[in-house]
């Protein structure tokens, strides 16, 4: 049987050598880190779907900036599709509506907090970028 596919958006907010990163404040995987984001509504690109997102769990205005890749992952119950783009704020101050926490993290730090299972797929790729 084939699981259903989810389109996702996710927001790699970059400020000069930090990244932001927000921890899951419900589900099976509360607690773990992810870049914020969420799902892509019928007839919305995923600028638009990312965009719409951050404001409504950030309240925050955001620049969405280049792709940096498409995750593919399966998860038991669905498969992810996440378009992941590097984020600039426009204007807010990243406040937390969903997550339960939320941390700059350098280059260095990346690798010191515990990812969702998609999202750690994108973190070397982020590394390499950040140079």
């Known amino acids: 049987m084939m699981n259903k596919t989810v389109k996702v958006v996710a927001a790699v907010i970059r400020k000069v ?3 932001f990163a927000t921890a899951r404040g ?3 995987f509360k607690g773990m ?3 914020p984001g969420g799902k892509v509504e019928a007839g919305e690109t995923s600028h638009e779907a990312l965009k719409r997102e ?4 950030l309240e925050t205005e955001i620049l969405v900036g280049d792709l940096i890749g498409t995750i593919e992952y399966d998860y038991p119950t669905f498969h992810l599709s996440m378009d992941c783009f590097w984020a600039e704020i426009i204007r807010g101050d990243l406040v937390l509506k969903e997550a339960e ?3 700059w993290l350098t280059k260095g730090e990346l690798h ?8 750690i797929t994108l973190i070397d790729q982020i590394e390499r ?3």
């Open 17 to 19: 050598d930090k990244i």
């Open 129 to 131: 970028q950040m140079d």
């Open 101 to 103: 926490d939320s941390k």
């Open 54 to 57: 951050i404001l409504e769990e």
């Open 26 to 28: 419900y589900g099976e």
């Open 112 to 119: 010191s907090v515990q990812w969702l299972p998609a999202d």
């Open 33 to 35: 880190w992810e870049f």
